[in-house]
């Protein structure tokens, strides 16, 4: 239910508890706030010391206040707040803002009490934001329940933030700027509501075209993947994560109280439910403000426009590195702009008109390009003259693409001190500008790349047939209560699941390891089999390439001895042996549970060196065939399995059945915190693919 959160940004009252006449008191600036933007809800300030607060008559008590009121917002000493918030279920408000700090972000003591106010909420039936938030404004309705300073112009891009100052730094950077806002969240502690419950709200909110969003954690992540795929359906989401490195994520933890999940995690849902990632708080706005007033370009093609060949180069070469390409110019496109520009002009793409270029060119050579059947989007870039008026080129730039709106336009307007009046008349007409043209590759690749994302049909992981978790229930009564289980402990919950694996069998002397030879055919392999040795090949737990029984009986007793001398205090059960792998080539397929997210599933090149390279790409699960397909392509080993170079294409639709096979496993056993499985010999197509080798890590 959405509907209850829209007293937040919508009531038809509002009650401000700890409401000051002090102009030095953030609550004096809430109430200052409250009914200095057009806001015509009722608005009640509530303090037993005052009569009249800017005009207004102050209560004492949240119970006399009348109706119609349905938002309390509380800045009073986080010790005062669950009464304050008692006496609101008493008074039939269902919906509250906690400003005041002092809860779990300080400490243990803090935690119980936030706890305490969620509780009195819960029994209310009552939303909270908060506490140690910021809180909310609306630029439609004028409800403004921030102490922040000015709000930004009205637009389509509504902001939701876990950090009430990098909303407020935000907002104030945006004032002049002339980028608008539908509306704005600070969800501080998220003791109840959470970035997903706001992004499945402003999802059915009519003024909201882009949502938005600071996130610092996302606390139940499957729920976030399920409404962000809804969502993005029909709306972008542009998000930004902070924590990305391990001493930011430090930093989150001891300024929110949350625990940040792993990076990879965070992107990989981002990339399953269409969520636009952004890098920096630069990115999430230059992003959001062409995503709120540019149609979506239907290809890659990009033409650019400019009167300087240097700052078209630098275009040139963010487009490039953002997978997009510049377009070819029709000979009908090139031939009409060589007859009307400077005849020295350059109209190929890009377009360089020269430095004398004035605003009459940049319409001609836009309206032109956009009109090309080969063009997708086109970028015009301008830097001052003296002779030309940079507002004036920006009001033929606005003026020639509302003509034509089925394709998008960037401006890139060079400088500051001269085109601030261009930036004005630009972003009033629609069209982003951003001062240096970097920017424009990453901004039209997130375009592209969500456009890509609405076509795309929706699909749901299915599970594969013969998968039966009843097996690994049986096989888990019958394993020894440890941490880590290793090849020969996992082989029987891989089987359950269909996942092939090589042949093999548990020897406990030379003897017994001579005949399982005989029977599984030379040339063979020995592994030590040890519930205290996870990297056999570390300790020398590892024979290959055995040719007959004398082979496999030295090296059972010498493999023995030596693993027995470098670590006596290992438990040594005996030996697998395993026929020699056929060729074909090693990958890795890998799960982490995140405590966000859940599985975490992992592919990559494999062996003992996929530490080095770092070659992996990463999913949550459960998978879906694409996401499969697209875990394979991101990485080099995806490469080498589609045939680098002429060698043989390897079998993909069986690897792709033993990745879906392993996230379905990791999602039926939550006990399952790691699991691997290196390395996967994947064999040329046609003919399947093996495990070579698997541990998993339960729970403690």
């Not at 959160?5 to 509002?14: S, T």
């Not at 000051?20 to 509530?46: C, E, F, R, T």
Request: glycine share 8%; with cysteine; proline share 7%.
């Amino acid at each position: 239910m959405t509907s209850n959160l829209h007293p937040f940004f919508a009531p038809q009252g509002v009650a401000l508890i700890g409401a000051s006449d002090n102009p030095s008191k953030l609550s004096h600036g809430i109430l200052k706030n409250m009914v200095s933007y057009g806001y015509q809800g009722a608005v009640y300030p509530v303090n037993p010391k005052s009569t009249r607060i800017l005009g207004l008559a102050c209560y004492p008590d949240i119970r006399q206040v009348p109706d119609p009121v349905d938002l309390a917002v509380i800045i009073i000493p986080a010790p005062l707040v669950p009464e304050a918030l008692e006496a609101c279920g008493e008074r039939g408000i269902r919906a509250a803002i906690i400003i005041s700090g002092g809860f779990k972000e300080v400490g243990p003591e803090g935690a119980a009490l936030e706890k305490h106010c969620l509780e009195i909420a819960r029994h209310y039936q009552m939303r909270l934001i908060g506490p140690n938030c910021v809180g909310t404004l609306d630029l439609y309705t004028g409800l403004n329940t921030t102490f922040i300073q000015g709000v930004p112009a009205r637009g389509g891009i509504s902001f939701v933030s876990q950090s009430g100052a990098v909303g407020g730094g935000v907002i104030d950077y945006l004032r002049n700027k002339g980028i608008g806002f539908a509306a704005f969240a600070s969800l501080g502690n998220e003791a109840d509501v959470t970035e997903t419950d706001v992004i499945e709200y402003l999802a059915t909110d009519p003024n909201t075209r882009v949502i938005a969003a600071y996130v610092e954690s996302i606390r139940d992540g499957q729920r976030f993947l399920r409404i962000a795929r809804e969502v993005t359906r029909h709306k972008p989401i542009v998000m930004l994560k902070a924590g990305r490195t391990e001493a930011g994520a430090r930093a989150v933890s001891s300024h929110t109280g949350s625990l940040a999940g792993a990076n990879e995690a965070y992107h990989a849902a981002f990339v399953q439910s269409g969520v636009i990632e952004a890098q920096t708080v630069a990115e999430l706005f230059d992003m959001a403000a062409a995503l709120d007033t540019q149609p979506l370009p239907k290809g890659r093609r990009v033409a650019i426009v400019t009167n300087a060949g240097g700052p078209a180069a630098l275009a040139s070469d963010s487009l490039a590195a953002h997978g997009l390409t510049l377009a070819t110019l029709s000979a009908t496109t090139r031939q009409t702009l060589r007859g009307h520009l400077n005849p020295a002009a350059q109209v190929d793409n890009p377009v360089d008109m020269l430095g004398g270029a004035e605003p009459q060119d940049y319409a001609f050579a836009l309206s032109h390009t956009l009109q090309d059947p080969n063009v997708d989007a086109v970028i015009t870039i301008l830097v001052p003259q003296a002779l030309v008026n940079p507002a004036e080129v920006a009001q033929r730039v606005v003026e020639t693409a509302q003509i034509r709106r089925d394709k998008p336009v960037l401006a890139c307007f060079m400088g500051e001190h001269s085109v601030g009046q261009a930036r004005e008349v630009l972003h009033q007409g629609g069209i982003p500008m951003y001062t240096f043209p970097e920017s424009v590759g990453y901004v039209l690749q997130s375009m592209t790349d969500y456009a890509q994302w609405r076509q795309k049909p929706t699909l749901t992981p299915q599970r594969p047939e013969d998968c039966r978790p009843q097996k690994v229930v049986d096989a888990l009564k019958g394993q020894p209560e440890r941490p880590v289980w290793g090849e020969f402990e996992t082989r029987p919950i891989l089987e359950a699941y269909g996942i092939p694996l090589i042949p093999a069998e548990l020897a406990r002397s030379p003897h017994e390891a001579v005949q399982i030879a005989a029977r599984l055919g030379y040339p063979v392999a020995l592994k030590i089999v040890s519930p205290h040795i996870l990297h056999k090949s570390d300790v020398g737990g590892i024979r290959l390439n055995l040719n007959n029984a004398e082979d496999v009986r030295t090296a059972f007793s010498d493999m023995m001895t030596h693993v027995k001398a470098k670590l006596p205090q290992a438990e040594l059960v005996g030996v697998l042996v395993e026929p020699m792998a056929p060729q074909g080539y090693e990958v890795i397929i890998g799960m982490r549970r995140d405590p966000n997210f859940g599985p975490l599933m992992m592919f990559g090149l494999g062996g003992i060196y996929v530490e080095l390279f770092r070659d992996v790409s990463f999913r949550i699960a459960p998978l879906t065939r694409e996401d499969a397909l697209q875990m394979i392509s991101e990485t080099h080993a995806g490469r080498l399995l589609a045939g680098f170079r002429g060698q043989p294409e390897a079998d993909l639709d069986a690897l792709v059945d033993i990745l879906l096979r392993f996230s379905f496993l990791a999602v039926d056993f939550p006990a399952f915190q790691e699991a691997e499985i290196n390395p996967l010999l994947v064999r040329p197509k046609g003919q399947g693919a093996l495990v070579l080798d698997c541990r998993i890590v339960l729970d403690k």
